[in-house]
Structure formats: C-alpha cells, structure tokens
C-alpha cells in the first residue's frame, strides 16, 4: 500500500506524462513478484563498462542508482575501464560476465570466432563528437592526415568513429596518431571524444566541434540511419546457461531506458553522482540536453543498424572487409522483446517461463 500510494502521489506532482506514473505504479517492486518469479541462475553478475561517467553510459549509472538491478533481485558489480576495448578483452578473458559497450565489439568478436552477442541495445546513435583546435583549418576529414587525435582509448567507439570518417576520406589508419586520453584531456590537434568532456571543450572555446554524431540528421547522413552503439553484450555460452538472469538484466535495462524516456533532465541530473560534474553542473546540464537524442527508446537493435555498423567497420579493419559475418549472431532479442511485454503486462508470469519468442509488431516502434 505504501508503494501504491507513493507511485499515485507521484503521478499527481511529477510533470511527466500520466503514462508514465502509470508505469511507474506498475514497476512498483510490490507488483514484480510474478516478474521474479523464475529462480536465477546467478543473483551476482560482473560487469565491465569503460568510463563510466561518459554520457554514453548514463542507462548503465541510472539503472545503478535507481536500484533497478536490486529491483530484479540482482547484485551487480561494475569494473570500469579505460576504453571499450579493455572491458571486450575483460568479458574474452572472463573476469567480467557481462559488458557494456560499442555494439561493434559483437562484430569483432564473430570475426574472431567468437560467440558474442547484444542482448540490448542502450544507444541508438554514437554520440562521438570529432572536434578539432579552434585555430586549425579544418575543410574536410583529409585533414585528419598527419594529426595527433585524442581518443578514449584503442579499439574504442571514439576510436572506431574517427577511423571511419578518415576510411571515407581515402586516408589510412596509419595516417593520423592517437592518443587514449580517457575520459579527460590532453595536447593534442583533434579529439574524439564523448560527453560531458566535449561540452566543457566546447564551453571553454577550446576546440571546433566539426561532426556530430549526437544529432540524428547528423547520423542519417553518415550513416543513412540509426547506428547502434553502446549495448548490454557477453559470450553465448553464458547467456545460454543464465537465461533467466539475463532476462532480470534485460528488464532492469529497459525498465531504465523507460524512465530516462519520460523523466525530466533535473530528474536524471539528481540522480547522478555529482563528480560526474566535471565541477560544474550547469556543464553537465547542457550536456545531458544534447545527448537525449541519442538513447534507445526500444532496446531493439535493427537490422539497418546492423548493416551500417559493420559497414563502417568494414571500411577500416581488414579482419572486416572480406569475413562473412551473420548479423543474426550478433544480437539475441528474445530478452528485450520479453521484457517489452512484461513491462505492458507485469503480472504475465507464464511468460517468464515461456520459451517461446513474443511476438512484438517493429513497425509498430518509433525509435
């Protein structure tokens, strides 16, 4: 009751839409217990993510410190690296279970011969910003040739992207220099980076941002579409063996891209620990409004994502250019299209022990 009565009290003095108090009520833990209802297989999960604090991870924080793991009775433990290729080496190597980062890793890892799938797809767009010197000529990506370029780190999003841009310009990868700055900043004549670094960047007048993958225009005319990046992925031997836990991992993630959908930006700034500032929350504000964009609103990575992920991979990594990769390998969606339904229908518990797919109308999503 005191559940009911916070979610209705909720629905009354939040400015959010009354759909939303409705999904809030029914996501109250006390109505979850038929959502539970499976015995996991693992109630403790590690997993790895890289620069925690960049937007491109906010799902990641949110579900965090919104409990919305506990509220599937999991307890996850996060290991936060340099850059995305590190926390792929970590889920190889099995010091983490499960991992959030660029969807290409999943291309990647099938061309290593590596079973590595998405189960969920948390951005829809990259969200990289390529910028370069506010003194430097800069008419078009041919330019990158000879520069010193500040990405997260080796084999990272902010890496991939860059490549990309320079494939499209004739230019090889052994043509510019990189240098793995994290999630700060160093001397360098261009960077590749995420927010809030580049927002503070931008506020300084330090540099000229010269594309921008936060914008779906942007997107659509590098792209032609949407272009998945940061995902929920692990090996499928371990999503075949935990499948019940993957599922409460799945419904934790959407249940967060649910509530970052309809929450007010005060709503998610509040939730964040506030070193992810950078020392000025008015910084981080406008950050986070240039980013919204750039969240999945479905989970659901579709297949023109697919192609142009590894189309733009394809144009720089040889490992890429002649394999025959089975996008259908690379993102299992029995989960998200699960949790879609239980999030209509919480109180479905024959589903949670349903093998069978639901059947979920795509064309029926605006993402």
Not at 29 to 48: C, H, N
Request: glycine share 8%; proline share 4%.
């Amino acid at each position: 009751m005191q559940c009911f009565g916070k979610a209705m009290a909720e629905m009354h003095s939040n400015r959010r839409a009354f759909t939303s108090g409705m999904a809030s009520l029914l996501l109250c833990p006390a109505f979850l217990t038929p959502v539970r209802g499976q015995q996991l297989e693992r109630s403790s999960l590690k997993l790895g993510v890289a620069n925690k604090a960049h937007l491109y991870y906010l799902p990641v924080t949110i579900a965090e410190r919104r409990g919305h793991f506990r509220d599937y009775g999991l307890a996850v433990a996060m290991s936060d690296f340099e850059g995305g290729g590190q926390a792929f080496d970590a889920l190889l190597a099995g010091s983490v279970d499960i991992a959030a980062g660029a969807y290409e890793h999943t291309l990647r890892a099938q061309a290593m011969g590596q079973d590595v799938r998405a189960v969920i797809e948390l951005g829809r767009f990259p969200g990289v910003v390529l910028a370069v010197g506010k003194d430097r000529s800069f008419k078009s990506f041919a330019d990158l040739k000879g520069l010193k370029i500040g990405i997260t780190a080796p084999s990272s999003s902010s890496h991939f992207f860059v490549l990309y841009l320079m494939a499209k310009a004739g230019l090889m990868p052994s043509d510019a220099s990189f240098v793995g700055v994290g999630g700060g900043e160093r001397a360098v004549d261009a960077i590749s980076n995420l927010d809030p670094v580049i927002t503070r960047l931008q506020q300084d007048g330090a540099m000229r941002v010269v594309i921008d993958s936060r914008l779906p225009r942007v997107n659509y005319g590098i792209f032609g579409g949407t272009n998945p990046a940061a995902v929920l992925y692990g090996r499928q031997e371990f999503i075949a063996a935990n499948p019940a836990t993957m599922q409460a991992l799945v419904n934790a993630f959407y249940k967060t891209l649910r509530w970052i959908a309809t929450a007010t930006t005060d709503e998610i700034v509040d939730t964040l620990p506030v070193e992810y500032f950078l020392g000025d929350r008015a910084i981080y504000v406008k950050a986070l409004k240039a980013n919204l964009l750039v969240y999945s609103r479905t989970g659901i990575i579709r297949r023109q994502g697919m192609n142009s992920a590894l189309k733009m991979m394809a144009t720089f990594d040889p490992d890429l250019l002649d394999k025959k990769i089975d996008l259908q390998r690379t993102f299992d969606d029995r989960f998200i299209k699960r949790a879609a339904v239980l999030f209509d229908d919480p109180t479905n518990s024959d589903l949670e022990l349903d093998e069978r797919r639901p059947e979920v109308d795509l064309s029926s999503f605006r993402d």
